[in-house]
């Protein structure tokens, strides 16, 4: 009798391990796939902004840092994209087809990739910005162009959301 019920609390206790581990992949392929989307929007609204500017001749170095930022930011959202891509198909599938236990390795795998989706979604958003900027100084008189980084630079800053912020009660 205490053999069975030690076997029917082991199976529980697998059971439900299973199912958070299923919930933590619902929530990364979730977050991947929103990542993953704006990443692609982004990238088209910028080879799409870079295709429709007409240059003019007389500013080298402006259109330098516009072909830079455009280049920088079409490979880290499309980089973005694959990688969101590659984690959420192969990691799902190897979560739903592996052997015993390869729900915690697929999950564990998609944890450690997180890092380097989200970093090049970052610096995705910064090279859209950097497109932004530079096209200001392309395109705008030089009255306007001088403004537009003092408004629109502090403002993703004061974006953080409030969750990213320690509470007083969280340092302890």
């Known amino acids: 009798m205490l053999a069975a ?7 529980n206790v ?7 581990r299923e919930k933590e992949l619902r929530l990364f392929n979730t977050n991947f796939s929103a990542v993953g989307t704006q990443a692609a929007i982004m990238a088209g609204f910028t080879l799409t902004s870079f ?13 330098t840092m516009l072909h830079t930022f455009v280049t920088l930011s079409i490979c880290s959202n499309f980089v973005c994209v ?7 198909v192969w990691g799902t599938g190897k979560a739903l087809r592996g052997r015993d236990g390869a729900m915690d390795t697929a999950v564990d ?6 890092t380097l989706i989200f970093s090049c979604f ?26 537009v980084p003092s408004i629109a630079a502090p403002r ?8 990213c912020t320690r509470s007083p009660s969280s340092r302890r």
Do not use: H, Y
């Open 5 to 11: 019920d030690k076997l029917l609390l082991q199976s």
């Open 14 to 20: 697998k059971q439900r391990s299973i199912a958070l």
């Open 51 to 63: 295709v429709e500017i007409d240059l003019p001749p007389n500013k080298p170095t402006a259109k």
């Open 82 to 88: 694959a990688m969101v891509m590659f984690v959420s």
């Open 109 to 114: 795998g998609m944890n450690a990739e997180r």
């Open 122 to 147: 970052a610096m995705g958003v910064l090279a859209t910005l950097g497109c932004l900027f530079s096209a200001a100084w392309v395109l705008m008189e030089t009255e306007v162009r001088s403004t």
């Open 156 to 163: 993703p800053m004061r974006l953080r959301p409030a969750c």
